[in-house]
C-alpha cells in the first residue's frame, strides 16, 4: 500500500511543485499565487490569459437557463477570482409546488436548500463527501489515524459489529474511500425513490447503525458502488480517531486555517454530523478547499495537508467510472471524482453533489471554479458538470 501511494503521488508531484511555483501552463511567469484573506485577490480574465468573450457567453448562457437553475458561478485562475456571478431563484414560489414540511432533509424546503435560512451557505450535498476525506486526510498525516490499511470496524466497536462475515471484517479504511466497501447498497434509482439506501438512511433515528447492519454483497476494495453510507463511517471513524466530532476537527484543522470562518454542518436525530451530503459553504469559501488542494495542501507557508494525501486522494484509483453515461469514464479517487485522466495522470478533479454542486480543479491550468445549483426536478438542458471542459479550457490563450 505504501508503495502504491508514493507512486501516485510521484504521478501529481510536477504538477503540485508547478502549481507552488505560480507559473502559467504556457510557461509565463507570474508574480506567484494570490492567497485570499477575508476577500479573493481579483484580476480580470484577460489579465490571466482567459477570453472574456467565452465567459461572458457561459453566464449568458446560464441566465437563459440553459443550465436549469443555477445560484452561483465563481473561476479563479493563478490564484485570483477573475469571474464571480450570483443569479437570484426564486425558491419559495418553487417550493410551493411541492411538499412544505420544513425539515432538513426535506430538499425542496427553502429554509434547508439550496441555502441555509437565509444565509449565503450552499448546501453541497455529496462535495460535503471529499471535504470530509480531507478532514480525515489530516488525520492520517498526524498519525491519528494509522493508515487507509486500518480494518474499517476496529473504529466500530462500541457497536458491537458482525464480523462473522470474512468480507465485513477484511473491510478497510482505504475501501471506504473509493466506494468499494462491499456492503449491499441500493442508491442508483432517483433520491425520489423511496427506496433509496440514503433516502432511507436520512429518515432513521440512527445512521450508524443503519449501515453497519446492512449485509456485504462483494469482497470489498473489488467492485465500486456509490454509497453514501460509507462516508457516513468514514465521518464516524475521525471522531473516534480524534475524540472530536467532525465538524469540530474540520474547524480547528481545516478551515480556520484557511480562512472559512462560517458553515453550517448538518446534524443526525442521533448526534453524529452528516458526513455524506450535509455540508453548507458559500462559494467562495468552496473555492478555497479548491484551492488548497490546487497548492499541494499549502496555505500561505502553511502546510494543512500532505502533498501524498493530496494526490493520492485526486488520482483515479478507480478507473472508468460513468455515472451519467455520458461516455467519459471518470475516475474516482479518495472521494472526489476525477472527470478528466489519462488512466494514470489527473487532468481534472472534482467533488459533485446532488442538485449541481460542482467544484471542479484543473492543475495543468491552475484553475478552480464552483458551480452552485439547484436542479432537483429537471428543466436543465446542460449541466455544469463539464462547463469547465467544454467553456472554460478552450478559452486559455496561449502564446
Known amino acids: 500500500m505504501l508503495r502504491r501511494v508514493a507512486a501516485k503521488a510521484l504521478v501529481l508531484s510536477t504538477f503540485f511543485a508547478f502549481s507552488l511555483s505560480g507559473c502559467a501552463a504556457n510557461g509565463s511567469p507570474q508574480t506567484g499565487p494570490g492567497w485570499p484573506g477575508e476577500e479573493w485577490p481579483t484580476a480580470t480574465s484577460s489579465e490571466v490569459g482567459i477570453d472574456p468573450e467565452a465567459i461572458e457567453a457561459l453566464v449568458a448562457d446560464i441566465e437563459a437557463g440553459t443550465y436549469g437553475l443555477i445560484d452561483h458561478f465563481t473561476l479563479v485562475r493563478h490564484g485570483r477570482m477573475v469571474a464571480d456571478y450570483h443569479f437570484e431563484q426564486d425558491y419559495e414560489t418553487i417550493a ?45 498525516d498526524r498519525g491519528t489515524i494509522p ?14 459489529p458482525d464480523l462473522s462475515d470474512p468480507w465485513k471484517a477484511d473491510m478497510v479504511l482505504e475501501d471506504l474511500l473509493t466506494m468499494r466497501s462491499g456492503i449491499e447498497w441500493a442508491e442508483d434509482t432517483p433520491y425520489t425513490d423511496p427506496n433509496n439506501s440514503c433516502i432511507l438512511m436520512e429518515a432513521s433515528d440512527e445512521w450508524v447503525p443503519f ?39 474540520a474547524r480547528e484543522n481545516l478551515f480556520q486555517p484557511i480562512g472559512i470562518d462560517e458553515f453550517y454542518w448538518k446534524i443526525t ?21 479548491g484551492y488548497l488542494f490546487l497548492r499541494g495542501g499549502m496555505w500561505e507557508g502553511e502546510r494543512i495537508l500532505s502533498e501524498e494525501w493530496i494526490a493520492t486522494s485526486t488520482a483515479p484509483v478507480v478507473l472508468d467510472i460513468n455515472p451519467d453515461n455520458s461516455g467519459s469514464d471518470p475516475g474516482y479517487g479518495y472521494q472526489w471524482w476525477v472527470p478528466d485522466h489519462d488512466g494514470e495522470r489527473t487532468l481534472i478533479f472534482a467533488g459533485n453533489g446532488y442538485g449541481g454542486q460542482f467544484l471542479l480543479v484543473a492543475p ?9 445549483g439547484w436542479n432537483i426536478h429537471g428543466g436543465a438542458r446542460a449541466s455544469t458538470w463539464r462547463a469547465l471542459q467544454s467553456r472554460i479550457l478552450p478559452a486559455i490563450q496561449t502564446g
Not at 487507509?148 to 458491537?160: H, I, K, T
Not at 436525530?269 to 478547499?289: F, K, N, Q
Not at 495543468?364 to 452552485?372: E, H
Request: negative net charge.
Open 211 to 249: 449501515v453497519l447492519g446492512h449485509p456485504m454483497d462483494a469482497d470489498p476494495g473489488t467492485v465500486w458502488e456509490y454509497n453514501s453510507g460509507a462516508s457516513v463511517l468514514l465521518g464516524k471513524i475521525v471522531q473516534v480517531a480524534t475524540g472530536q466530532r467532525i465538524d469540530d476537527w
Open 147 to 160: 493508515s487507509v490499511e486500518v480494518p474499517a470496524l476496529s473504529f466500530f466497536e462500541d457497536y458491537d
Open 96 to 140: 410551493a409546488a411541492y411538499d412544505t414540511t420544513n425539515h432538513q432533509y426535506n430538499y425542496d424546503h427553502p429554509d434547508w436548500h439550496p441555502y441555509y435560512r437565509d444565509t449565503d451557505l450552499h448546501t453541497l450535498q455529496s462535495v460535503t463527501k471529499s471535504i470530509t476525506s480531507a478532514a480525515l486526510g489530516i488525520a492520517v
Open 364 to 372: 495543468d491550468w491552475d484553475i478552480v471554479a464552483v458551480f452552485n
Open 269 to 289: 436525530p442521533a448526534g453524529e454530523v452528516d458526513t455524506e451530503g450535509g455540508l453548507y459553504l458559500s462559494a467562495h469559501d468552496l473555492a478555497r478547499i
